[in-house]
């Protein structure tokens, strides 16, 4: 098997999404979210901010890079959804989750916000709409709401009645320096690269030379290190603690997807520290594939092995072996590649498995749930490998 071919890739990502396209959509309004691995939905009722908005990422991107309408359609259908139930244009906020359309949480999460503008850049570039409006609202919602100058990062929480929590992340700052790149890919406008640039140092560089070069997940509401935060709970579906050799992974490709536009050369520096570390501590010699988190001791401290972290990693290792030409990132690349599918490739029914136990037996039959997975990082890593191999 050649994973380093473009047919290999886009028969890939045509896989993973025939497992959604008969499915995905709800006809009465947005997307179904909650499917077992055999496609079959439980929950069908409810539906997350970052599900909602990833999905019209994965539609937008499919039908904009195989010129398919029926896809840009569906990514319509999600958009209209986002738009008109999610936001709550008498409140001026969105719900952060919704049962059978109505809100259930509406507390305000940057992390969700990301997404939000990450979709309206995926539907600017498939040519969806023409302006630049829902860009630049978006950006103003951030600045308003979670913006923190002196920092030069982002706030996470918001409650529905407007109290800012005391809890600061690196992960809502990652995903929105994903989301202000894509932006200004999709309309120019200097200020997304200017902000993207701002808080990849800020995090890559200033907080994590905190923590000796690599990226801490919790910060106190001073952006000092909070190393205590969720200690008792390191398997956290969304702040665990530890170090995430994902999230390591995970910035190396955003730092040199921002390379492109802007390159520095500690961009690639970093990118590289950042993967080779991860690499070096989480890779599973005995079972295969990188194990979710270590302590400050680099002893692991959760040993699942989750979809994202793989395919975040093989993207980070294409890019790495574009900017270096070191074979050590193409054997990355190939290894992540063949634990990936032999143990995470759904070869019976599609798409990909969500998260296993170290050994590789499955966890959960649970494929995709609403906040928790939705094929976005899989399909989103194969088009920028293949964005990769289409500059060589």
């Not at 890939?12 to 709800?26: E, T």
């Not at 029926?70 to 209209?80: E, F, I, M, Q, S």
């Not at 190939?334 to 498995?353: I, K, P, R, T």
């Amino acid at each position: 098997m050649n994973f380093y071919s473009r047919d290999f890739l886009i028969d890939h990502c045509k896989s993973i999404l025939a497992f959604y396209d008969p499915r995905v959509v709800d006809t009465s309004g947005g997307y179904y979210q909650n499917y077992y691995d055999n496609g079959d939905l439980f929950e069908p009722g409810f539906r997350q901010l970052v599900s909602s908005t990833r999905l019209i990422v994965n539609y937008a991107t499919a039908g904009q890079f195989f010129g398919r309408e029926d896809y840009l359609a569906t990514a319509r259908h999600g958009l209209d959804y986002l738009e008109k139930v999610h936001w709550r244009e008498e409140e001026q906020l969105y719900a952060w989750t919704l049962r059978d359309h109505e809100p259930e949480d509406m507390t305000q999460q940057a992390y969700g916000y990301a997404f939000v503008l990450l979709a309206y850049a995926a539907c600017r570039k498939a040519g969806l709409f023409e302006d630049d409006e829902r860009l630049l609202n978006t950006y103003n919602l951030l600045e308003n709401r979670f913006w923190q100058p002196e920092y030069g990062l982002y706030a996470d929480e918001l409650s529905a009645s407007g109290q800012l929590s005391d809890y600061r992340g690196q992960n809502a700052n990652m995903h929105l320096c994903e989301a202000m790149i894509a932006a200004f890919e999709a309309c120019g406008d200097a200020r997304f690269l200017e902000r993207a640039d701002t808080l990849a140092h800020n995090i890559a560089m200033r907080q994590a030379d905190l923590t000796g070069g690599l990226i801490w997940e919790h910060f106190t509401p001073t952006f000092d290190i909070d190393w205590n935060y969720n200690k008792q709970d390191p398997k956290n579906l969304y702040r665990p603690w530890g170090f995430q050799p994902g999230h390591q992974t995970e910035w190396a490709k955003l730092l040199l997807m921002l390379n492109r536009h802007k390159p520095q050369p500690w961009l690639l520096e970093r990118a590289r520290s950042l993967f080779d570390r991860a690499w070096d501590t989480a890779w599973d010699a005995e079972h295969g594939g990188l194990v979710y988190g270590f302590d400050p001791e680099n002893r692991w401290c959760d040993d699942d092995k989750y979809f994202w972290v793989q395919a975040e990693s093989f993207a980070a290792a294409a890019l790495l072996h574009q900017s270096t030409g070191d074979a050590r990132y193409q054997s990355a690349y190939e290894q992540l590649w063949n634990y990936s599918w032999q143990h995470f490739v759904d070869h019976q029914y599609g798409a990909w498995f969500r998260i296993l136990n170290r050994d590789n037996s499955k966890i959960t039959n649970e494929k995709s749930a609403a906040g928790a997975k939705c094929d976005y990082h899989t399909l989103g890593a194969c088009f920028e490998v293949l964005r990769v191999l289409e500059q060589r």
